[in-house]
């Protein structure tokens, strides 16, 4: 099997290109794509909806992956400690709403669904557990606004009550959903979302990926010999 590692900024993937010596393929439209080592393949999409959505469509196109799997760091909801590994288990779009037609809010036209699902996220847990790393699975929103601290983000937790919150990942997933490839997420906890009176909290960006990477590259592994059908 072919895997595709999906990154937003080229931050999240430096520390994968620089252990592993990957060489660049081609740059395509801005979407630069990497050779990590035999049927693994990673890029840097940018960020937000749009650039996750073209560039996860430029790779289907072009690269023809078997399984594309997305990495990255995550606001949380609920009460995990920074670094903690979550395994998406649906994605959805908060910022989607039509319900002046009468959808439920966030229902995504044309799939008509508002929740995507992942692609055996009890057998990705299980490995990263089996690896040595705790994690935890749930469901991730995802939205063009960087969310902090305050009415959005508790609309938000009230009305999907999802585990994390980013820009990429649920459109990534409506993607794969109507090319036919599965589609994966595991992310770095960076932030709480919905936490009254916390302590001022510190998130080395660089050192999460790192360690998060470490992780992501044996997974892609696992699942290009087989290990996640």
């Known amino acids: 099997m072919k895997i595709a590692l999906s990154y937003a900024m080229p931050g999240e993937i430096e520390s994968l290109l620089a252990a592993t010596g990957a060489k660049l393929l081609e740059t395509v439209h801005g979407v630069p794509f990497y050779e990590i080592e035999r049927d693994i393949i990673a890029y840097a999409g940018g960020v937000g909806k749009v650039n996750a959505a073209m560039a996860a469509q430029l790779c289907i196109d072009r690269c023809q992956p078997d399984w594309i799997v997305n990495a990255g760091v995550a606001g949380t909801f609920r009460d995990l400690p920074l670094g903690t590994v979550v395994v998406a288990e649906r994605f959805l779009q908060h910022d989607v709403d039509t319900s002046p037609v009468g959808d439920p809010v966030g229902l995504v036209s044309t799939v008509n669904t508002i929740h995507f699902p992942t692609a055996a996220p009890e057998k990705v847990a299980a490995f990263l557990e089996r690896q040595g790393t705790p994690c935890v699975t749930g469901d991730v929103a995802t939205g063009d606004a960087f969310l902090v601290r305050g009415e959005r983000a508790d609309w938000v937790a009230q ?34 979302l919905c936490m009254e009176n916390s302590p001022d909290e510190y998130f080395n960006f660089g050192q999460a990926m790192a360690r998060l990477n470490t992780l992501v590259l044996p997974l892609a592994r696992f699942l290009r010999d087989g290990g996640g059908l």
């Open 159 to 192: 009305t999907f009550s999802p585990t994390l919150c980013e820009m990429e990942g649920g459109a990534i997933a409506q993607v794969c959903v109507r090319c036919g490839v599965p589609f994966s997420a595991v992310k770095s906890v960076s932030d709480h």
